[in-house]
């Protein structure tokens, strides 16, 4: 269970703190929705370890959370867009969640193996420039797969695609977040997306994350 408890976090020269609390569960995908400027973002950054709190707790499992860097957390991050180098190949970009000094027969195993659980076999040498919004979106989830970390953030993954992909990439995220155990963590402001998607849902307000 990934839980921050009173985590309390002002940005520099706000009066007003935010004071969050949250469990994420394994397996499941927790919704966090709310204004614009409610917040969401600095909940992520939180949990990401962009920012630090000025008190509370952040576990995974029991295990402190806080003291890490965010290069250290078992945390990966997935933005709307904007999350491959475009120059790279798809396979290139995937392997990039992959240990430095993997041997190259098994790098290239393994990023084949994660590039068709998202469907995109047959991808691995097409240039990231050339993919659409949804594909780009799946090399991107393939390089999580690869990192093997147990909670994904999602800031508004779905925002830049199309009703068609963004269902068929929403249900992706639901079927990894369940075959892989990941603690996921939604920032949507899409009704749609969080009923079809979320387990658990939070609504921030004033400052506090609210069970919805
Ligand atoms: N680095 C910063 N310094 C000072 N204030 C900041 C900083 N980053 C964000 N803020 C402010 O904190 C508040 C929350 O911002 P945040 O980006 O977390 O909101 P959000 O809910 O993600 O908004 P949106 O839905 O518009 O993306 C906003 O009022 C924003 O202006």
Redesign the pocket.
Known sequence: MLRADDLVFA????PASYRFTLEAAPGQVTAIS????????????LLAGF?HPASGRLTLDGVDLLPLAPEARPVSLLLQADNLFEHLSAEENARLGLPRGTPKAEAQERVASALAEVGLAGFAGKPAATLSGGQKQRVALARTLLRARAVLLL??PFSALDDETRRTTRDLVGELTRRHGWHTVL?S?HADDIAALAEAHYR?VEGRLERV
């Open positions: 940005h520099p020269g706000q709310g204004a614009s400027g409610s917040g969401k973002s600095t909940l992520l950054d920012v800031d508004e920032v402001h921030i």
